[in-house]
C-alpha cells in the first residue's frame, strides 16, 4: 500500500466516526452528468511517404461514439474546529459505436480516442472508476487526499473527450491572507480520459507506454494568486515531475474597462529545464530539434505568450502571440492518451508550443443572448505557428528529417447551445469543428468533428 493509499484510509475512518454530525449531510450536493460524445478524425496525407497503417499510428480515419455518466457527490464538513469531509466521483462510459477498427488505436497507444482497447486493438464495450477523496479543514485551509482534479498552471487536468482525466495525491489550498490563495500539492498517478487504470506519469518523448518508456510517481507543485486589486492578478507556480523537469510559471492577468467594452489582458511565462535523470540520460529524454537530426534530448525551454480580448456587448475579440525558445518543445504533464497544458495554444488538435515555435491567433466569439437568443453561442479561432525547429521521421523506411523554419496552422469553430428554460433546461448541445494543416515532416494534415449533447441533473 502505498503512502498516500494509507494516508486515505486512515482519513476515511476518522470520517467515519464522525459522519452523522451536522453539516456533513447538510451541505452535500450530489450531481449527475450526462454526455453523449461523438468524434470524427480523417487524417489526411500531408506527408506523402509515411506509411499507411493502423500499427505506426497513421490510421486515416478514426470514429468512435458513446454515453458517459459522471456522478459526483461532495460532501458538506463535520462541525469542530477541524471538519471532515468525503467527495467521491463514478464514472462510467458506454461505447455506442466504434466498431471496424475505427477507434485510433495503434501499437503504441493507451486505447482508441474515446474507449481504452483490447488486445486486438477492438475497443472495449464500457469502461468505469471510482475516486474517493477524503478532506479536512481547518479556517480557511483545506487539505485533500485521493483522487482530484486540479487546474492550475503546472498540471491541468483533461476533460476533452466522454470521461474526464484523474490524478492521485494529496493537494492543501489555504486562503488565510486576504487576496492571496496559496496551493501546494503532490501527485503520484494519473488515470487517464479513455483509461480505468492509474498510471505512473511521464512526459512526451518518454512515454511510459513505448517500448523504452520511463516514468515517475512523484509530482511536486505549488504556488499561488495574488489579488493586487480588483481587476489584477498575479500568480506564481512552481512544478517538478521528478527525473524529467523543474518549471516556474508567472502569469499576470488584467481587466480594464474602455469604452463601453472590457480588455482583458493574459500573460504568461514558463521556464522548463531537465531535473534528474532526464539531463544524462537518454531514456528519460524529451521531444524536441537537437540538431543533426537528433530528435530527443534534455528539457530545454522558455514559453512566453500574451492574448488579448475585448469584449463589448455580445462580441468578443482576440488576438495573442506566442513565443516557444530552447532545444526541446515545451514540457507538460503527457500520458499519452490526451492531456492539457496551460497554454493559450492549447487547441482542439494542437498545442503550437514546439522547440522554436513562434505563433499568432485570431479570435472572434458572439453571444446571442443579445440578439434575443439567450443560451447561443459561437466563435472561431485561428493560429499558424512558424519557425518550428523540428526533426521528423518520414517515408516507409522513417529516416531521420532535419527541418528548419516549418510551420503549422489549425482553426477551429464552435457553436453551441444551452437551453434556458422549459422541460430540456440546461440540455446543451455543441459542435466542435477543427482544421490542422502543416509541413512538418512526419506529420500529416487532419480535419475533425465532435459533437457533444450534455446535460446535469441535481440529486442533493
Given at each position: 500500500?502505498?503512502?498516500?493509499?494509507?494516508?486515505?484510509?486512515?482519513?476515511?475512518?476518522?470520517?467515519?466516526?464522525?459522519?452523522?454530525?451536522?453539516?456533513?449531510?447538510?451541505?452535500?450536493?450530489?450531481?449527475?452528468?450526462?454526455?453523449?460524445?461523438?468524434?470524427?478524425?480523417?487524417?489526411?496525407?500531408?506527408?506523402?511517404?509515411?506509411?499507411?497503417?493502423?500499427?505506426?499510428?497513421?490510421?486515416?480515419?478514426?470514429?468512435?461514439?458513446?454515453?458517459?455518466?459522471?456522478?459526483?457527490?461532495?460532501?458538506?464538513?463535520?462541525?469542530?474546529?477541524?471538519?471532515?469531509?468525503?467527495?467521491?466521483?463514478?464514472?462510467?462510459?458506454?461505447?455506442?459505436?466504434?466498431?471496424?477498427?475505427?477507434?485510433?488505436?495503434?501499437?503504441?497507444?493507451?486505447?482508441?480516442?474515446?474507449?481504452?482497447?483490447?488486445?486486438?486493438?477492438?475497443?472495449?464495450?464500457?469502461?468505469?472508476?471510482?475516486?474517493?477523496?477524503?478532506?479536512?479543514?481547518?479556517?480557511?485551509?483545506?487539505?485533500?487526499?485521493?483522487?482530484?482534479?486540479?487546474?492550475?498552471p503546472v498540471i491541468v487536468t483533461n476533460d476533452g473527450r466522454l470521461l474526464p482525466q484523474t490524478f492521485q495525491g494529496g493537494q492543501i489550498t489555504s486562503g488565510e491572507i486576504k487576496d492571496l490563495t496559496l496551493v501546494g500539492g503532490q501527485i503520484e498517478h494519473a488515470k487517464g480520459r479513455n483509461s480505468s487504470n492509474n498510471e505512473e506519469l511521464s512526459i512526451a518523448g518518454a512515454n511510459a507506454h513505448t517500448a523504452a518508456g520511463r516514468d515517475s510517481n512523484k509530482f511536486i507543485y505549488g504556488g499561488g494568486d495574488y489579488k493586487i486589486t480588483k481587476d489584477l492578478t498575479a500568480q506564481y507556480y512552481y512544478g517538478n515531475l521528478e527525473d524529467f523537469y523543474k518549471q516556474h510559471f508567472l502569469g499576470l492577468v488584467h481587466s480594464w474597462?474602455?469604452?463601453?467594452?472590457?480588455?482583458?489582458?493574459?500573460?504568461?511565462?514558463?521556464?522548463?529545464?531537465?531535473?534528474?535523470?532526464?539531463?544524462?540520460?537518454?531514456?528519460?529524454?524529451?521531444?524536441?530539434?537537437?540538431?543533426?537530426?537528433?530528435?530527443?534530448?534534455?528539457?530545454?525551454?522558455?514559453?512566453?505568450?500574451?492574448?488579448?480580448?475585448?469584449?463589448?456587448?455580445?462580441?468578443?475579440?482576440?488576438?495573442?502571440?506566442?513565443?516557444?525558445?530552447?532545444?526541446?518543445?515545451?514540457?507538460?504533464?503527457?500520458?499519452?492518451?490526451?492531456?492539457?497544458?496551460?497554454?493559450?495554444?492549447?487547441?482542439?488538435?494542437?498545442?503550437?508550443?514546439?522547440?522554436?515555435?513562434?505563433?499568432?491567433?485570431?479570435?472572434?466569439?458572439?453571444?446571442?443572448?443579445?440578439?434575443?437568443?439567450?443560451?447561443?453561442?459561437?466563435?472561431?479561432?485561428?493560429?499558424?505557428?512558424?519557425?518550428?525547429?523540428?526533426?521528423?521521421?518520414?517515408?516507409?523506411?522513417?529516416?531521420?528529417?532535419?527541418?528548419?523554419?516549418?510551420?503549422?496552422?489549425?482553426?477551429?469553430?464552435?457553436?453551441?447551445?444551452?437551453?434556458?428554460?422549459?422541460?430540456?433546461?440546461?440540455?446543451?448541445?455543441?459542435?466542435?469543428?477543427?482544421?490542422?494543416?502543416?509541413?512538418?515532416?512526419?506529420?500529416?494534415?487532419?480535419?475533425?468533428?465532435?459533437?457533444?449533447?450534455?446535460?446535469?441533473?441535481?440529486?442533493?
Open positions: 500500500m502505498n503512502k498516500s493509499t494509507l494516508a486515505l484510509a486512515v482519513a476515511v475512518g476518522v470520517l467515519a466516526q464522525q459522519a452523522g454530525a451536522a453539516g456533513f449531510i447538510e451541505d452535500s450536493k450530489a450531481t449527475l452528468g450526462l454526455r453523449n460524445f461523438y468524434i470524427n478524425t480523417d487524417n489526411r496525407d500531408s506527408d506523402a511517404n509515411a506509411p499507411r497503417n493502423k500499427a505506426n499510428g497513421v490510421q486515416s480515419k478514426s470514429e468512435e461514439w458513446g454515453q458517459g455518466f459522471d456522478l459526483r457527490f461532495i460532501s458538506g464538513y463535520t462541525q469542530g474546529t477541524v471538519g471532515f469531509g468525503l467527495d467521491a466521483i463514478g464514472l462510467l462510459g458506454i461505447k455506442l459505436d466504434s466498431g471496424g477498427g475505427s477507434n485510433g488505436a495503434t501499437a503504441t497507444s493507451y486505447g482508441g480516442t474515446v474507449f481504452p482497447s483490447e488486445s486486438n486493438g477492438k475497443a472495449v464495450d464500457n469502461y468505469s472508476s471510482l475516486g474517493l477523496t477524503a478532506k479536512a479543514k481547518i479556517s480557511q485551509t483545506e487539505l485533500k487526499l485521493g483522487t482530484l482534479q486540479p487546474k492550475l474597462a474602455i469604452g463601453p467594452g472590457v480588455l482583458k489582458s493574459d500573460l504568461r511565462y514558463f521556464h522548463s529545464t531537465d531535473d534528474g535523470a532526464n539531463g544524462h540520460d537518454s531514456a528519460y529524454y524529451t521531444t524536441g530539434d537537437y540538431g543533426t537530426g537528433i530528435t530527443r534530448g534534455k528539457v530545454d525551454n522558455n514559453l512566453y505568450s500574451g492574448l488579448f480580448l475585448y469584449t463589448v456587448g455580445g462580441h468578443t475579440f482576440g488576438g495573442g502571440y506566442q513565443v516557444s525558445n530552447g532545444d526541446s518543445d515545451f514540457p507538460w504533464l503527457n500520458q499519452g492518451d490526451g492531456s492539457s497544458a496551460y497554454l493559450t495554444t492549447d487547441m482542439q488538435i494542437a498545442k503550437f508550443a514546439r522547440a522554436g515555435e513562434r505563433t499568432w491567433q485570431g479570435r472572434y466569439s458572439y453571444d446571442f443572448a443579445k440578439l434575443g437568443v439567450p443560451g447561443l453561442t459561437a466563435g472561431v479561432i485561428y493560429l499558424r505557428g512558424d519557425n518550428i525547429d523540428t526533426t521528423g521521421r518520414v517515408g516507409v523506411a522513417q529516416t531521420n528529417l532535419s527541418a528548419t523554419g516549418r510551420s503549422e496552422w489549425e482553426r477551429d469553430i464552435t457553436v453551441g447551445y444551452v437551453v434556458p428554460e422549459g422541460p430540456l433546461k440546461n440540455v446543451g448541445v455543441m459542435w466542435k469543428n477543427a482544421t490542422w494543416r502543416n509541413d512538418i515532416p512526419g506529420q500529416r494534415d487532419q480535419d475533425e468533428n465532435r459533437l457533444i449533447v450534455s446535460y446535469s441533473l441535481p440529486l442533493l
